[in-house]
């Protein structure tokens, strides 16, 4: 925890009072959702062709079957309930990871969960000929889960400890991607299908794919959410944790399972998409606290307005051409984690 607040800056390390506290976290969420329905109104009227707010508002409540109607309905609708889907669940999957790893910079990829959905989806399209963005959800999930239950073996299963699972993630995410990249250089045609796919994007999603990732997402929430209580008792020490009631080793277990589900299905739907996870703890934390109770919900809160920000940005900064969100968010997180490592503290983690 020392190394987390560290991260935080000086600031975080001061409790506030009991009320203030529960002003600021009150203040903290409500903003969350101001900022929310700004970015989803952006993201509604915003592209290649703007769109005034009066004719998304005409196109979503009494459509009269124009072209804005067509964009608004067909295109960015469902690219922003997806966006807000996968960033909930990203930005909460993060949360699990630092919180279980406790360690300031874990990532969901940290534990090669992206790297393993990723050569599953890569390996069905390559080796099997599948050509379903259906059957990519399957995939995906698959190869998350195997490669979780991989590093949890490898990192010492119920006896694991945080480095341990940090060290095993690193390296199974490393091989996974060397294999993903692999495979791609000697097959032009899985090139080509996974290139924009890799990269993370919210384009070209069909609402057909998230309805069916939603399950998943939703198990995946609800589990992250019932573990908060347990996993707030592991930030203490396994040990403490222990005197505290927590069931240590099943709570690990459950978390890595949230993780599967959470990332599993988002990669399954927009492709890799990096750092949410990393940044939006740190960013809510400031009226948040530590406290996975109040922290997992603002986290599932502010990453759809992360992930659809971004997503605008990519949609305005090289008209007419687009930038793919994962590409945003990686410039984004790369300035955040290159802060971070800067921290003294965490740099001597």
């Known amino acids: 925890m020392t190394a987390v607040a560290g991260a935080l800056g000086p600031a975080a390390q001061v409790p506030a009072p009991p009320g203030r506290r529960a002003a600021l976290r009150a203040t903290g969420l409500l903003l969350g959702l101001v900022l929310l329905a700004v970015v989803v109104l952006a993201s509604l009227a915003i ?40 960033g909930a669940a990203l930005g909460l999957a993060g949360a699990v990871m630092q919180t279980l790893t406790r360690n300031p910079l874990a990532d969901p990829g940290l534990l090669g969960v992206n790297a393993g959905a990723s050569a599953a989806v890569v390996t069905a399209i390559s080796l099997l000929g599948v050509d379903s963005f259906d059957l ?31 060290l095993a993630g690193t390296a199974v995410n490393a091989a996974l991607f060397g294999y993903v ?17 890799s990269v993370g994007t919210l384009a070209g999603r069909d609402a057909d794919l998230l309805v069916k990732a939603l399950p998943m997402l939703v198990a995946g929430m609800l589990l992250a959410f019932g573990l908060a209580r347990p996993l707030g008792a592991m930030a203490l020490g396994d040990d403490s944790a222990r005197a505290l009631g927590a069931h240590v080793g099943r709570t690990r ?11 599993g299905a988002a990669t399954a739907v927009c492709g890799p998409i990096g750092f949410i996870g990393l940044m939006i703890p740190h960013a809510v934390r400031v009226f948040s606290g530590p406290d996975p109770r109040w922290l997992f919900p603002a986290c599932a809160l502010y990453a759809p307005v992360l992930m659809l920000a ?12 687009e930038i793919e969100v994962g590409i945003v968010t990686a410039f984004l ?14 740099a001597q983690l």
């Open 47 to 86: 592209g290649t062709r703007q769109i005034p707010l009066h004719d998304v508002w005409s196109a979503l409540v009494s459509p009269s079957g124009t072209e804005n109607d067509a964009i608004v309905r067909q295109l960015r609708l469902p690219r922003t309930l997806i966006g807000i889907a996968a």
């Open 136 to 166: 990519y959800l399957w995939f995906a999930l698959a190869g998350a889960a195997l490669a979780a239950i991989l590093v949890n073996l490898l990192g010492g299963s119920r006896a694991a400890t945080p480095v341990r699972l940090a």
């Open 181 to 197: 990249n692999g495979l791609q250089l000697v097959d032009l045609g899985t090139l080509e299908t996974m290139r924009h796919w």
């Open 253 to 263: 277990v459950l978390s890595i399972a949230a993780i599967t589900l959470l990332c």
């Open 310 to 321: 971004s997503d605008v940005v990519g949609r305005v900064v090289v008209p007419p051409s």
């Open 333 to 346: 997180g790369g300035l955040l984690f290159i802060h971070l490592v800067r921290q003294r503290k965490v």
